[in-house]
């Protein structure tokens, strides 16, 4: 009955949200206290598919965790520090995970990021967070992120960051978690002092003591390699900070660190690291508060619901109301019920099983979950969940994102036993579906359908979707093991034709290099098609040509005169395209 009651209030959720007729639900148990619902509802702008996580926090063994990618800020590689979401809940043995926090294409969270009581990354006052106690509670609000550098003389002055490099008159710190980068050019006016010998991490209202610096202060040059080794950090600081460490805090004198939350309600939202005015009124004074509790925390914003009622902030938070908060995208929130459930959810958008949804309707439809409180986190591209290493939800990048931080639930369940089963190949065209043969249930767990690559999509019912052309694997999750499921999925017939310039050996005047690009409705590069161009005072060579593997073919048009220059370029029944003259 109770089952019969959440499938009925997820579906009238989903029909408040979208406005239309009744939705599809699916619903799997994940584990003792996690319940996996999947559902799709017709909209005008086309179907909505949406995948919640449903936490009972009180069930023993089930917690959740901020996670960074690669487990530190920044990589000196390709990456900056991130991490696809799969890999990162396999490490850490995570049953299921969501992406968080908003970053800048670094492995550096933009606002606040509390793991296992200790602040990886301050928190941006006017963009909300979600936190969660020590006993389980879970937290929404604006918070400030209050540091102080304390010297054994009594002299303070603020600290003003965490594990990013400082702006002007800033002190900030970098901590083991940091990683190693190499010093950008504007770090060249920071000193750096080096701190050893510091016991415990950097936790919420906790002090640190640093006993002594490892050494003097230096300053940094383009190219420098920043990191802190293991029991130690270093102190990062440009203009009146540096000037306060050279005279407050000389060699082998010990410095004391301390940084705590609180709440605040603020609404303008200036650049990061410009809170040291707000902070310094507060430092020294700050009183205990629920969020001095707070173990694991991360970011996100805009606000959706607050006290039981639609709250979308979205321009108090820094989104634009047009592009960002009512349009409809692919979307990442987080909220918690009255009974002190944790929803962690995931909206397929950009895609043409899902159309997405925009802040208020996402608002809405948390509210018929049960949400008192609910906000927003990364989505787009960045937009992904992962249930016993699946990928429950379709990327709109055709393929998961790095992201710099997540969400990973935990839980004491046992392995999937057994040796991965060989479930019959599949071959699609990208549009197609098709149903999957389940695999034998034993009884013990429901099946969880997914991706190991987040390369197409596999609903709850079993059925895949294919739309990025090339070779993944589906895959059906039980407790009694994993069946997997290859796929080569092959573009669909031609759908856009685009047309761009070329370079040309030595650019002489009278010719013009052409590159013509056939995709499918996917964007999949179509091979075989003959492409034919037309020149008016030209002549094309070649006048056809077949696109290749990449979906393009090449001309180069040599011009009789300068004037006049007019042509087209065509292929498979599509519009023809203009030739780009010279």
Known sequence: MLRAVRLAILAIALCAATGLVAAQTVERRVAPGIVLAQTRTPTRAGSVVATVLRLDLAVPGLRVECALGQDRVMADDAT??????????????????????????????????????????????????????????????????VGTITTAGGETVGLDGVNRLPVEDEITL???????????????????????????????GVGVAAPARAGPGASVATGDTLSAPDGGALLVARGAGARWLREQAPADAPVTLR????????????????????????????????????????????????????????????????????ARHPRTAVGVTARGELLLVVVDGRQPHSAGMSLPRLAEFLL????????????????????????????????????????????????????????????????????????????????????????????????????????????????????????DVRPGRPARLTVARSAVANSPPDRTGVVARVVDRFGNPVAGVEVRVA??????????????????????VVWDAADGRIGTVSAAGLPPAALPAK
């Open 80 to 145: 900056r520090g991130r991490e696809t979401l799969a890999p990162l809940a396999l490490r850490h043995r995570a049953v299921a995970a969501i992406n968080a926090d908003y970053f800048p294409f670094t492995g550096d969270p933009l606002g606040l990021a509390v793991r296992d009581g200790e602040i990886l990354s301050e928190s941006m006052p006017y963009r909300a967070v979600v936190g969660i106690t020590r006993d389980r509670r879970v937290l929404f609000g604006n918070v400030l992120t």
């Open 535 to 556: 020149a008016r005072g030209g002549s094309p060579d070649p006048m056809v040509g077949i696109t290749g593997p990449d979906g393009r073919v090449e001309f180069e």
């Open 368 to 487: 018929g979950l049960g949400a008192v409180d609910a906000i927003n986190l990364d989505g787009g591209g960045s937009t992904a969940m992962v249930v016993r290493g699946l990928y429950v939800n379709a990327p709109s990048d055709g393929e998961p994102r790095a992201i710099a931080n997540a969400l990973l639930v935990l839980a004491d369940v046992p392995p999937l036993d057994g040796p991965d089963a060989e479930g019959p190949a599949v071959t699609l065209t990208a549009g197609e579906s098709a149903a999957l043969p389940a695999p034998a249930a034993d009884g013990s767990g429901d099946v969880i359908w997914g991706t190991l690559d987040g390369r197409g999509f596999v609903d709850q019912s079993g059925r895949i979707l294919a739309r990025r052309a090339g070779s993944g694997t589906a895959c059906a999750a039980g407790a009694s093991g994993r069946t997997l499921y290859p796929l």
């Open 174 to 204: 970098l901590t083991p978690v940091y990683g190693a980068f190499p010093a950008p050019k504007a770090a060249a006016a920071c000193l750096v002092v080096p701190l050893a010998g510091i016991t415990g991490r950097l936790g919420v």
């Open 259 to 326: 940084l705590d939350l609180t709440p605040v309600s603020l609404t303008a939202p200036p650049a990061r690291g410009a809170w040291a005015s707000r902070a310094a009124a507060l430092r020294g004074r700050v009183s205990r508060t629920p969020w001095s509790d707070v173990v694991q925390a991360v970011s996100g914003g805009p606000w959706l619901v607050r006290q039981g009622k639609v709250a979308v902030d979205g321009a108090e938070e820094g989104f634009d109301e047009a592009s960002f908060v009512a």
